[in-house]
């Protein structure tokens, strides 16, 4: 009998590309990008070879002109899926909803698109973004309710384009996601995409990058709040393969309760070709109570040396005493304290939206998670007898 063995990509862009879930071998939790996932939790959307359920519903109110929202049923892939769910989610998807501006659109309200779970059997969905050449737009893609859901989402950016994508997973407790959103970015485009998960029981995120031509620029910015029992998983791989492009990327969580996690993991590469790149990435973890844990990885990949610059960070640390007792010696009370320190903290991402109708609502969503916090310092210091 003879015995195969395989060995594992060398580098990011060598890793497994396929529209064909088959083609991808049973998930086992000790692969290197799957080791931090709690397998069991996702159910379905790792064991099964389709998913029947029924996708959320799609909701948008007034659109601008020049922006259409409607369901498709087919169009030309952006993403190729380079892992086993996306794959599965892609083959399972009963058509897909196309966001679709048209070039030289500009707009200072917002698109904004709902997206809500009614709870049944697994599901799987797809979505579209085409950004027309030298447009200039906003669009607000929201997540609420109940699912257990792996989706796609594909954004294409034309030359000269600017456009602020702005994504919320706000899920019911007991929601499921496993999520790849893939942005190609053309010609001196410019992408800013914040990342906010705040909702569910376990939420996946996969962002990936890839520049069309020179002088494309992408941000990507996340911000996440882990309470008691969830976990929340963000992935990059910024693909730097054009000449004279630029990445930032910029995340900020902060966990507390027992069991709550949350992972960051940032890969860049940068090819041989893509000579001029400048790019970055920093990943801050501010852990409130004990019990909490996060993983924080970065990683460059560098195949050539004419490069503007490089660099990475990442740092996770308890709450800063130091700051809390310098705000209570001004008269702050300890509640109080604390929530200016978390808010100082999200405030920089939650800059970033723009979005009036949003920013007020995070900010409300942070002060209530962080009255949870108050009542588990309350609980932990009535048990010690303080």
């Known amino acids: 009998m003879t015995t195969e063995t395989f060995a594992p990509p060398r580098t990011k862009s060598q890793v497994l590309r396929s529209f064909d879930v088959a083609d ?225 990327v910029g995340y900020r969580g902060a966990l507390q309760g027992a069991s709550a996690h949350t992972v960051w993991v940032g890969d860049v590469l940068i090819r041989a070709a893509a000579t001029g790149t400048e790019t970055y990435e920093i990943n801050r973890n501010l852990l409130l109570t004990d019990g909490a844990r996060a993983d924080s990885v970065p990683n460059l990949e560098i195949e050539t040396g004419e490069i503007e610059g490089a660099g990475h960070a990442s740092a996770t640390g308890r709450f800063d005493d130091e700051q809390l007792f310098y705000l209570q010696a001004r008269g702050i009370p300890e509640d109080a304290a604390r929530r200016l320190v978390v808010s100082g903290f999200f405030n920089d991402i939650i800059g970033k939206i723009g979005v009036p109708e949003v920013t007020e609502h995070l900010h409300e969503v942070i002060e209530e998670k962080l009255a949870r916090t108050a009542q588990l310092s309350e609980t932990a210091k009535a048990a010690i007898g303080q």
């Open 24 to 248: 991808f071998p049973a998930l086992k939790g000790l692969e290197e990008e799957w080791r931090f996932t709690p397998l069991k939790r996702l159910g379905p959307l790792v064991t099964a070879s389709r998913l029947d359920g029924v996708a959320p519903v799609v909701e948008h109110g007034e659109l601008p002109v020049g922006v259409a929202v409607k369901h498709v049923d087919r169009a030309d892939a952006v993403l190729t899926p380079f892992d086993r769910i996306s794959a599965l989610a892609y083959g399972s998807a009963d058509g897909l909803t196309l966001i679709e501006v048209a070039p030289e659109t500009s707009t200072d309200e917002p698109i904004v698109v709902r997206v809500v779970g009614k709870g049944g059997d697994a599901a799987a969905a797809r979505t579209l973004v085409k950004v027309g050449a030298f447009a200039k737009v906003t669009v607000v893609f929201e997540q609420t309710g109940t699912a257990v859901l792996a989706d796609n989402i594909e954004v294409v950016l034309g030359d000269s384009a600017q456009l602020t994508f702005v994504t919320l997973a706000e899920w019911d407790a007991g929601a499921v996601q496993a999520q790849h959103v893939k942005f190609r970015v053309g010609k001196d485009a410019r992408l800013q995409h914040v990342q906010v998960a705040l909702g569910g029981d376990l939420v996946r995120q996969f962002t990936s990058v890839e520049y069309a031509g020179r002088g494309g620029d992408a941000e990507l910015w996340g911000l996440y709040f882990a309470d008691a029992g969830q976990h929340f998983e963000h992935r990059q791989l910024v693909d730097h393969g054009v000449p004279d492009c630029r990445s930032y």
